[in-house]
């Protein structure tokens, strides 16, 4: 799937943005880590990381493919790797806004990208869904942003997570109808699997029916 030079030239210049960060960071020459990162995400995208945050998933994929359409996942997990390292850095000073803001942009887009090619396998190097979860556990996702994550854990087959992914949803939009009209759909599903797929995902049949009679219930 990945055309592999282009890639490995995308790796090397991830490499060397992380490893100029780290020596700003040791230094607290926060501002020129920054500035080093900002100047990498420019070149990939044309655009600073300001500009990244007020795109939506969907947009900045499509911004990425009108640049270069067959180089947009490589590109694409090269901007996952530099903003999640550029959220590093204003969590280190304590800005914890803007960092939050590009951890969960980060994660945005790797779930644009896996969502779209569940069997790609990440390169070392690039930050996956488990590492930039605990980056934003202090915020209210958005709501798409659950949607995809519930989508990212039900094609791996994680069943169980994507159910958990499902009640944190809910909470954090108590007033919203869509978790609980997407949980029926999910929960509907899962019913058509075998117990073993259900089993394999650590929830069980019954577990499943109880909680879509939950939901069904709320729904009334």
Not at 89 to 109: D, I, N, S
Not at 125 to 152: Q, S
Request: aromatic residues 6%; hydrophobic residues 45%; proline residues 4%.
């Amino acid at each position: 799937m990945f055309r592999r030079d282009y890639f490995m030239r995308l790796v090397e210049e991830a490499t060397a943005v992380l490893s100029q960060v780290l020596k700003l960071n040791q230094n607290r020459d926060y501002a020129e880590a920054i500035a080093v990162t900002n100047t990498s995400l420019r070149r990939l995208t044309g655009l600073s990381s300001e500009a990244l945050l007020r795109l939506d998933a969907a947009d900045l994929v499509a911004q990425l493919a009108l640049r270069d359409e067959l180089g947009w996942i490589e590109t694409g997990l090269t901007v996952v790797t530099v903003l999640d390292q550029e959220g590093d850095v204003y969590a280190l000073q304590g800005r914890e806004e803007e960092a939050y803001g590009r951890h969960l942009k980060a994660l945005q887009l790797l779930l644009a990208v896996q969502n779209q090619h569940p069997q790609l396998d990440l390169p070392e190097l690039v930050p996956d869904v488990d590492t930039l979860l605990p980056k934003i556990d202090d915020i209210v996702w958005p709501e798409a942003t659950c949607a995809a994550l519930l989508t990212y854990f039900e094609q791996r087959g994680d069943l169980a997570r994507a159910e958990d992914i499902l009640f944190t949803w809910r909470d954090m939009a108590p007033t919203s109808p869509t978790p609980i009209e997407t949980g029926i759909a999910f929960y509907e599903r899962l019913l058509e699997k075998t117990d073993a797929d259900l089993l394999a995902g650590n929830l069980p049949r019954d577990e499943v029916e109880a909680g879509l009679a939950e939901l069904l219930e709320e729904a009334a």
